[in-house]
C-alpha cells in the first residue's frame, strides 16, 4: 500500500546548488529559512533512495556483548545487529553499517574483527566510523588538523580491510564531529561518501555550515549524503530541528518525513540507528522493534522508495551523477505528531512526561479557572467537556501505520487434529508477578489464573460485565454450529464458552500455552458433550494441527499476546477455505486506556500490544463479510460506581452506557477509535487463503 500523504505545503524548495552554499545555519541562534520555489504537488517517477545505517558502536560503560551482539540477561535471544539484519532479510533488504573500529583499542582487536566479518558473511556493507579517542585522545575527528584526519581515516580503513577484505568507500566521524578538513582528510584516503553531515546536530561543525539540509551533494570528487533532518516545531523565526533515528523518531514521523522529500523531489534520505538504540533497561524495547520492523516493510513494499547501501548508492552516483543529486527541501511535522510521540512513550523520561500531560493540565487549569471566577454555568461546563471529547475522538481518529510481520515457511502434520507436542514457548520478560524477570508467557498464565487482579482494579462485577457482553457478540457472530469443527484459540479456562459451543453441536479443539489453564478446563464437568470437547496445551503461532481442518477459529483477547503476522498465518493454514473465524481483542486508541495499562504494568505480560487499526485493516483484508463491533466507551464510566461497592447503580449505568456506546459508534464513527475492544467476525477470502497457503503460511 502507498502511504498517505498528509504534510502542509509549508516547507521550501531549493533553486540550485548555489543557494544552498549561501545560506547560513546557526547553531545557536534562529534558524534562517531558505528561500526557494513552491513545492512541488505532482509526484516524481524516480525513488527516494533511502540508507538505513546503523552506527555500531559500544556506550562508554558498555561491552561489545550488550551493545553490539544485544546479549541481555532476560532473554536467551540476541536484539542488536543479528535482529536489525534478520529484519532487513526479511524483507528483502540490505543495511550499511558503520563500525567504530577504534573501539578495538578498548575492548580488543578480535572483538571488533569479529563483528565486521559477520556483517559482511551476512551480504550486509561495513563502512568507517570513527570515535578516535581511544587512539589518538581527541573528542572528534574535527578536533585534529588535515594530516591528523588522513591518518586517522587511513587507520580505520586499513583496519576494516585487514579484516574483511573489504574496501571501505564511506565514512561517519563519531558524534557528526566532522569540518571541511574532514572532505579532504576523505578524497585524500580514497573514500567516496561522506554521512557525517546532519542539518540537527550543532556538534559538528560540518553541520553548520549550512551547505545543505537534505540534499545530496559533490564536492571535488566526493558525495556527501546527510542525515534526513526535519522541523519538529516552529514558532516564527525559531525552530527545533530532529534528526530522523529509529530510537527517538516516531513511526509517524518517519514516514510523514520521506513522503514529503519524495513529493518535493528530494533523491536520497538518511535514517541511522545505534546498535544499542533496540534495547533499553537491559530489556528489548518492543515499541522500537515494531516501528523498524514496520519501517522497513513499508518501504520495501512500496514504489516511492528504494532502500540501498552505500555501495549501491556509489554505484548509482558514477553511473548517473543526476540520479542521486536533486533539490534540497526541509520538512516540517508539527506539534500533533511530536503529541503523539511523547504520549505513546509517556513512561521513558521526563520530557516525554511533560509534553504528553501539558495539555491536559492546561485544560484542567482552565476548566478550574473558569468555575472560580467566571462562574461557569453548567451548559458552559458540558460544552467544555463535549470540546474535550471531540479533542480526544480526533486524536484516536489518527491514523497509524501497518506494523508488518512475517512468518517463516513451515510444512503442516498430516491426519486429523491431533495432539503433538508442542515447541517450548518463547520466553518473555516477566517475573511471577508479571514484571521484568524471565519466565515464560505459559508461566505467567499459570499464576495469573490464581491470583486475577483485573477484577479488584476494575471493581467487583464489572470485568464480569464485560466479559459477558463480549461472550454474547462472539455467539451472535457464530450462527450455526453443528457438525462443525472449531478451534479455540487461546481458551484459557473458559469452559463455559467451550461447552455451549459443544452443546451447538461442535467439535471443540481448545488450545492454550498454559498447562494450569488447560487442567482447570479439564476439570469442569461437562456431561454429556465431554467427548466434544479436546483440550491440548500448544502454541498459537505453532498449532499441531493440519492444513484446513477446522471450519472456525474463535479467540478472545489472544491475538494481542501473539506475533500477529505468524499468528494469522497460522489461523489461514489450519482453517478450511471459507471458513469462519471471530475474535474480540482489546484496543489502543484510547489514551486513558494505554494510560491504565502503563500503570498496571504486573497485570499483563511485557510484550502484549492491543491491536491498532492497521492491525484490524489487517484481518479485514482477509475476509470477507468482515463485521467489526466495538464495545465499552461511555460503558466504562460505570466503574467508579464498582469502585464504590454500589454495584446496583454500576450495572445500570454500564447497561446504560453499552446503550449508549452502539448508537454514538454507529451515528459517529470516528468515536470508535476510543473504544477498549472490539469483535471481529468474517469469512476467510478463499483466493486470500490459498494464495497464503501455498506460500507456506507467510501473511
Given at each position: 500500500?502507498?502511504?498517505s500523504?498528509?504534510?502542509g505545503?509549508?516547507?521550501?524548495?531549493?533553486k540550485d546548488?548555489?543557494?544552498?552554499?549561501?545560506?547560513?545555519v546557526?547553531?545557536r541562534?534562529?534558524?534562517?529559512?531558505?528561500q526557494?520555489?513552491?513545492?512541488?504537488?505532482?509526484?516524481?517517477?524516480?525513488p527516494?533512495?533511502?540508507l538505513?545505517t546503523?552506527?555500531?558502536?559500544?556506550?562508554?560503560?558498555?561491552?561489545?556483548?550488550?551493545?553490539?551482539?544485544?546479549v541481555?540477561?532476560?532473554?536467551?535471544?540476541?536484539?542488536?545487529?543479528?535482529?536489525?539484519?534478520?529484519?532487513?532479510?526479511?524483507?528483502?533488504v540490505?543495511?550499511?553499517?558503520f563500525?567504530?573500529?577504534?573501539?578495538?583499542?578498548?575492548?580488543?582487536?578480535?572483538?571488533?574483527?569479529?563483528?565486521?566479518?559477520h556483517i559482511?558473511?551476512?551480504?550486509?556493507?561495513?563502512q568507517?566510523?570513527?570515535?578516535?579517542s581511544?587512539v589518538?585522545?581527541?573528542?572528534?575527528?574535527?578536533?585534529?588538523?588535515?594530516?591528523?584526519?588522513?591518518?586517522?581515516?587511513?587507520?580505520?580503513?586499513?583496519?576494516?580491510?585487514?579484516?574483511?577484505?573489504?574496501?571501505?568507500?564511506?565514512?561517519?566521524?563519531?558524534?557528526?564531529?566532522?569540518?571541511?578538513?574532514t572532505?579532504?582528510?576523505?578524497?585524500?584516503?580514497?573514500l567516496?561518501?561522506?554521512?557525517?553531515?546532519?542539518?540537527?546536530?550543532?556538534?559538528?561543525q560540518?553541520?553548520?555550515?549550512?551547505?545543505?539540509?537534505?540534499?545530496?551533494f559533490?564536492r571535488?570528487?566526493?558525495?556527501?549524503?546527510?542525515?534526513?533532518?526535519?522541523?519538529?516545531?516552529?514558532?516564527?523565526?525559531?525552530?527545533?530541528?530532529?534528526?530522523?533515528?529509529i530510537?527517538s523518531?516516531?513511526?509517524?514521523?518517519?514516514?510523514?518525513?520521506l513522503?514529503?522529500?519524495?513529493?518535493?523531489?528530494?533523491?536520497?534520505?538518511?535514517i541511522?540507528?545505534?546498535?544499542?538504540?533496540?534495547?533499553?533497561?537491559?530489556?528489548?524495547?518492543?515499541?522500537?522493534?515494531?516501528?523498524?520492523?514496520?519501517?522497513v516493510?513499508?518501504?520495501?513494499t512500496?514504489?516511492?522508495?528504494?532502500?540501498?547501501?552505500?555501495?549501491?548508492?556509489?554505484?548509482?552516483?558514477?553511473?548517473?551523477?543526476q540520479?542521486v543529486?536533486g533539490p534540497?527541501?526541509?520538512?516540517?511535522t508539527?506539534?500533533?505528531?511530536?503529541?503523539?510521540?511523547?504520549w505513546?512513550?509517556?513512561?521513558?523520561?521526563?520530557?516525554?512526561?511533560?509534553?504528553?500531560l501539558?495539555?491536559?493540565?492546561?485544560?484542567?487549569?482552565?476548566?478550574?479557572?473558569a468555575?472560580?471566577?467566571?462562574?461557569?454555568?453548567?451548559?458552559?461546563?458540558?460544552?467544555?467537556?463535549?470540546?474535550?471529547?471531540?479533542?480526544?475522538?480526533?486524536?484516536?481518529?489518527?491514523?497509524?501505520?501497518?506494523?508488518?510481520?512475517?512468518?517463516?515457511?513451515?510444512?503442516?502434520?498430516?491426519?486429523?487434529?491431533?495432539?503433538?507436542?508442542?515447541?517450548?514457548?518463547?520466553?518473555v520478560?516477566?517475573?511471577?508477578?508479571?514484571a521484568?524477570?524471565?519466565?515464560?508467557?505459559?508461566?505467567?498464565w499459570?499464576?495469573a489464573?490464581q491470583v486475577?487482579?483485573?477484577?479488584?482494579?476494575?471493581?467487583?462485577?464489572?470485568?464480569?460485565?464485560?466479559?459477558?457482553?463480549?461472550?454474547?457478540?462472539?455467539?451472535?457472530?457464530?450462527?450455526?454450529?453443528?457438525?462443525?469443527?472449531?478451534?479455540?484459540?487461546?481458551?484459557?479456562?473458559?469452559?463455559?464458552?467451550?461447552?455451549?459451543?459443544?452443546?451447538?453441536?461442535?467439535?471443540?479443539?481448545?488450545?492454550?500455552?498454559?498447562?494450569?489453564s488447560?487442567?482447570?478446563?479439564?476439570?469442569?464437568?461437562?456431561?454429556?458433550?465431554?467427548?466434544?470437547i479436546?483440550?491440548?496445551?500448544?502454541?498459537?503461532?505453532?498449532?499441531?494441527?493440519?492444513?484446513?481442518?477446522?471450519?472456525v477459529?474463535?479467540?478472545?483477547?489472544?491475538?494481542?499476546?501473539?506475533?500477529?503476522?505468524?499468528?494469522?498465518?497460522?489461523v489461514?493454514?489450519?482453517?478450511?477455505?471459507?471458513?469462519?473465524?471471530?475474535?474480540?481483542?482489546?484496543?489502543?486508541?484510547?489514551?486513558?486506556?494505554?494510560?491504565?495499562?502503563?500503570?498496571?504494568?504486573?497485570?499483563?505480560t511485557?510484550?502484549?500490544?492491543?491491536?491498532?487499526?492497521?492491525?484490524?485493516?489487517?484481518?479485514?483484508?482477509?475476509?470477507?463479510?468482515?463485521?467489526?463491533?466495538?464495545?465499552?466507551?461511555?460503558?466504562?464510566t460505570?466503574?467508579?460506581?464498582?469502585?464504590?461497592?454500589?454495584?446496583?447503580?454500576?450495572?445500570a449505568?454500564?447497561?446504560?452506557?453499552?446503550?449508549?456506546?452502539?448508537?454514538?459508534?454507529?451515528?459517529?464513527?470516528?468515536?470508535?477509535?476510543?473504544?477498549?475492544?472490539?469483535?471481529?467476525?468474517?469469512?476467510?477470502?478463499?483466493?486470500v487463503?490459498?494464495?497464503?497457503?501455498?506460500?507456506?503460511?507467510?501473511?
Amino acid at each position: 500500500m502507498l502511504w498517505s500523504e498528509r504534510m502542509g505545503d509549508n516547507a521550501i524548495r531549493m533553486k540550485d546548488q548555489s543557494q544552498r552554499a549561501c545560506c547560513k545555519v546557526s547553531s545557536r541562534g534562529p534558524i534562517q529559512a531558505r528561500q526557494g520555489v513552491p513545492p512541488v504537488h505532482a509526484e516524481p517517477a524516480d525513488p527516494l533512495y533511502v540508507l538505513f545505517t546503523v552506527d555500531v558502536e559500544v556506550r562508554s560503560d558498555g561491552n561489545v556483548e550488550r551493545d553490539i551482539w544485544g546479549v541481555l540477561p532476560c532473554s536467551p535471544d540476541k536484539h542488536g545487529i543479528d535482529q536489525v539484519m534478520d529484519t532487513l532479510e526479511r524483507h528483502g533488504v540490505k543495511g550499511t553499517f558503520f563500525v567504530d573500529v577504534f573501539a578495538a583499542a578498548k575492548h580488543g582487536q578480535e572483538a571488533v574483527a569479529a563483528v565486521c566479518r559477520h556483517i559482511v558473511a551476512r551480504g550486509h556493507d561495513v563502512q568507517l566510523h570513527t570515535h578516535p579517542s581511544p587512539v589518538f585522545g581527541l573528542d572528534g575527528v574535527q578536533d585534529a588538523d588535515l594530516d591528523t584526519q588522513v591518518k586517522i581515516l587511513r587507520q580505520g580503513a586499513e583496519l576494516i580491510r585487514g579484516w574483511t577484505g573489504v574496501e571501505t568507500i564511506a565514512h561517519r566521524a563519531g558524534a557528526y564531529m566532522a569540518n571541511l578538513d574532514t572532505l579532504a582528510a576523505c578524497r585524500a584516503t580514497g573514500l567516496s561518501l561522506e554521512l557525517s553531515y546532519n542539518g540537527a546536530s550543532h556538534e559538528g561543525q560540518l553541520s553548520r555550515t549550512g551547505l545543505t539540509w537534505n540534499a545530496a551533494f559533490a564536492r571535488d570528487g566526493l558525495l556527501c549524503v546527510p542525515v534526513t533532518c526535519h522541523v519538529e516545531v516552529g514558532f516564527g523565526p525559531w525552530k527545533r530541528l530532529r534528526f530522523l533515528d529509529i530510537e527517538s523518531s516516531s513511526l509517524a514521523e518517519i514516514r510523514n518525513v520521506l513522503a514529503n522529500l519524495h513529493r518535493t523531489g528530494v533523491r536520497t534520505a538518511v535514517i541511522m540507528a545505534h546498535s544499542f538504540s533496540f534495547c533499553r533497561g537491559g530489556k528489548p524495547h518492543r515499541q522500537i522493534w515494531q516501528a523498524f520492523d514496520g519501517l522497513v516493510a513499508g518501504l520495501a513494499t512500496d514504489p516511492r522508495y528504494k532502500i540501498v547501501t552505500a555501495h549501491e548508492l556509489h554505484a548509482l552516483w558514477q553511473a548517473d551523477p543526476q540520479a542521486v543529486l536533486g533539490p534540497d527541501h526541509l520538512p516540517k511535522t508539527g506539534l500533533w505528531t511530536t503529541y503523539c510521540r511523547a504520549w505513546r512513550r509517556i513512561g521513558e523520561g521526563w520530557k516525554n512526561v511533560a509534553v504528553a500531560l501539558l495539555p491536559w493540565v492546561a485544560i484542567g487549569a482552565a476548566a478550574l479557572a473558569a468555575w472560580l471566577h467566571l462562574r461557569m454555568d453548567v451548559l458552559g461546563l458540558t460544552l467544555l467537556a463535549a470540546a474535550i471529547l471531540a479533542l480526544l475522538i480526533w486524536g484516536g481518529s489518527r491514523r497509524h501505520w501497518r506494523r508488518s510481520t512475517a512468518a517463516p515457511a513451515r510444512g503442516t502434520v498430516a491426519g486429523i487434529p491431533s495432539f503433538a507436542p508442542a515447541p517450548p514457548a518463547a520466553r518473555v520478560p516477566v517475573d511471577s508477578q508479571g514484571a521484568s524477570g524471565g519466565v515464560t508467557e505459559a508461566e505467567f498464565w499459570d499464576h495469573a489464573i490464581q491470583v486475577d487482579a483485573r477484577v479488584d482494579l476494575l471493581g467487583p462485577g464489572f470485568y464480569g460485565l464485560a466479559v459477558e457482553e463480549i461472550w454474547r457478540h462472539i455467539f451472535a457472530q457464530l450462527g450455526d454450529l453443528a457438525g462443525k469443527h472449531v478451534l479455540f484459540v487461546g481458551c484459557g479456562t473458559s469452559s463455559c464458552a467451550a461447552k455451549e459451543m459443544a452443546l451447538r453441536g461442535a467439535d471443540v479443539w481448545c488450545l492454550d500455552i498454559s498447562p494450569k489453564s488447560i487442567r482447570r478446563l479439564m476439570e469442569h464437568p461437562y456431561g454429556a458433550v465431554a467427548g466434544r470437547i479436546h483440550p491440548y496445551v500448544g502454541d498459537a503461532e505453532n498449532t499441531p494441527f493440519a492444513t484446513g481442518v477446522f471450519d472456525v477459529v474463535i479467540g478472545k483477547d489472544i491475538l494481542h499476546h501473539l506475533d500477529l503476522g505468524r499468528s494469522i498465518a497460522e489461523v489461514l493454514r489450519v482453517c478450511a477455505p471459507g471458513g469462519r473465524i471471530v475474535f474480540s481483542e482489546p484496543l489502543n486508541g484510547n489514551p486513558f486506556i494505554r494510560l491504565f495499562r502503563r500503570l498496571t504494568p504486573r497485570l499483563r505480560t511485557s510484550t502484549e500490544h492491543p491491536l491498532t487499526r492497521a492491525d484490524l485493516a489487517v484481518i479485514a483484508r482477509l475476509c470477507t463479510e468482515c463485521r467489526a463491533d466495538y464495545h465499552f466507551l461511555l460503558a466504562l464510566t460505570s466503574i467508579p460506581w464498582f469502585l464504590l461497592r454500589m454495584p446496583r447503580i454500576g450495572r445500570a449505568v454500564f447497561r446504560l452506557g453499552q446503550t449508549l456506546d452502539q448508537g454514538l459508534m454507529r451515528a459517529f464513527p470516528p468515536a470508535r477509535r476510543l473504544a477498549w475492544s472490539v469483535t471481529l467476525a468474517g469469512r476467510l477470502n478463499a483466493d486470500v487463503q490459498a494464495a497464503r497457503v501455498a506460500l507456506g503460511g507467510v501473511v
